[in-house]
């Protein structure tokens, strides 16, 4: 099977989109440690601290799924990547990313 560029884009969609959420979420925990670090502005529990995780572990995911689709390994992984690069006013980037691994699919082992 010949290798075309959708799995590489797709990839490379994903990995953006995943840093940027990585970034976003880790903003938001050392927001928090700031924030509270300076009087406690916001309380312990705060709207930051429930983003921050979740943000971070999705972030996560669309960068491990950006390799895998770079490297056309596991296609369920890949996947899973573009899926998670959806969270975020950065859609279009998931959206893309999902189309170019889906239209990719064959190439993956």
């Known amino acids: 099977m010949e290798k075309t560029w959708k ?7 994903s990995i953006i989109a995943g840093a940027i959420e990585l ?8 927001g928090l440690g700031l924030l509270g670090s300076l009087g406690g502005l916001l309380p312990a529990g705060g709207i930051l601290a429930v983003l921050a995780v979740p943000i971070i572990i999705i972030g996560i995911i669309a960068l ?10 596991v296609w369920g992984l890949a996947l899973a990547g573009a899926i998670c690069s ?12 999902i189309i170019f691994v889906s239209l990719g699919k064959g190439e993956f082992k």
């Open 7 to 13: 799995p590489t884009t797709a990839g490379i969609l």
């Open 64 to 73: 491990v799924g950006g390799i895998y689709a770079l490297r056309r390994r």
């Open 86 to 97: 959806l969270f975020g006013p950065w859609v279009l980037l998931g959206i893309l990313a």
């Open 23 to 30: 970034l976003v979420g880790l903003g938001f925990a050392i």
